[in-house]
């Protein structure tokens, strides 16, 4: 899994947020300032991080999966009639009445694009690791996170947290803190401080009814721009769930996760009761991509 590292910048140069004023009584507070809100070029900001990673991973070294697992993404039995076990799962086990609050009150609209979903046969963009839904692909991707107006949002599946998570891991909590070690040492404490603080929002998922919830809300908040959604899980929930996100008129770039998954229905659903002994991770490549894109989004927020 890729890595960040350790406390405070060597020489940073003031960032757009960093030298500002308290905001006087009354007013909006700023949102909170994140390792590179510190500087100006984005690229020393991760060059400083992974400076400071590589020496706390060399005093005090994260737990790491050993030896990497080589899975099949769905094994082949737990595919068949797949739409209908992600249906009934979601039926079953909506507790927060999430299809009750959101998906029925719109009975007609979404019930059509589930079934227009249904009926298509390319149902997403496979791009490598990345199941892109609502785009044709990363160039238009690309251009709707170039537009200042666009609000970034990226979760990450509580099963990529490292096992000394301070926040754990079965949670919806993330610190992100630099001075700590092990978010330091974290990928996703590396992609939360690369975030646009104002422009973008990150997510820690414990359960698909939670992302499904959270994506369902700011569907509809009425933000004048676009929202763009990054979201890392295994291939299973990508399949699965592929369908409901074409429903909301998503667009999103789904990541695949490699490492311990869950490739069966039972793991799945241990899963989603926090049952997860083993650690999931995305490749070197798509972990570069990933960056690649908040740092695409980060420098619009600049040019505009």
């Known amino acids: 899994m890729s890595r960040g590292g350790e406390g405070g910048p060597s020489g940073p140069s003031p960032g757009r947020r960093g030298g500002a004023a308290a905001p006087a009584a009354g007013a909006v507070p700023e949102a909170p300032l994140r390792f590179w809100d510190r500087y100006q070029d984005p690229r020393r900001a991760e060059a400083d991080w992974d400076r400071g990673a590589a020496e706390l991973a ?37 507790e927060r009445r999430v299809l009750q609050r959101y998906v029925f009150r719109h009975p007609l609209r979404h019930g059509w694009g589930l079934i227009r979903s249904y009926l298509r046969r390319r149902r997403y963009l496979r791009e490598g690791d990345f199941w892109l839904l609502g785009v044709s692909g990363q160039a238009e991707l690309e251009r709707l996170l170039a537009r200042p107006d666009t609000r970034f949002v990226v979760g990450f599946s509580y099963c990529h947290k490292p096992f000394e998570c301070p926040s754990g891991r079965f949670s919806d909590a993330c610190r992100a803190d630099p001075g700590h070690p092990v978010c330091r040492q974290c990928f996703i404490g590396k992609c939360v401080n690369a975030l646009d603080a104002e422009r973008g929002k990150p997510l820690f998922i414990p359960t698909v009814h939670y992302i499904g919830e959270q994506v369902l809300a700011l569907q509809s908040d009425g933000h004048p721009g676009p929202t763009v959604f990054m979201i890392t899980a295994c291939e299973l929930t990508l399949e699965m769930f592929a369908d409901w996100g074409n429903m909301t008129d998503i667009v999103c770039a789904g990541v695949r996760l490699d490492g311990v998954i869950c490739n069966t229905m039972r793991a799945f659903e241990a899963s989603e009761r926090g049952i997860k002994p083993g650690l999931t991770m995305v490749r070197e490549q798509t972990a570069r991509r990933m960056l690649e894109l908040i740092r695409l989004h980060r420098l619009a927020d600049d040019a505009g």
């Open 58 to 94: 060399a005093r005090h070294p994260l737990r790491e999966q050993d030896p990497r697992p080589d899975l099949p993404g769905i094994r082949a039995r737990t595919r068949r009639l797949l739409r209908w076990k992600a249906l009934r799962y979601l039926v079953a086990h909506d």
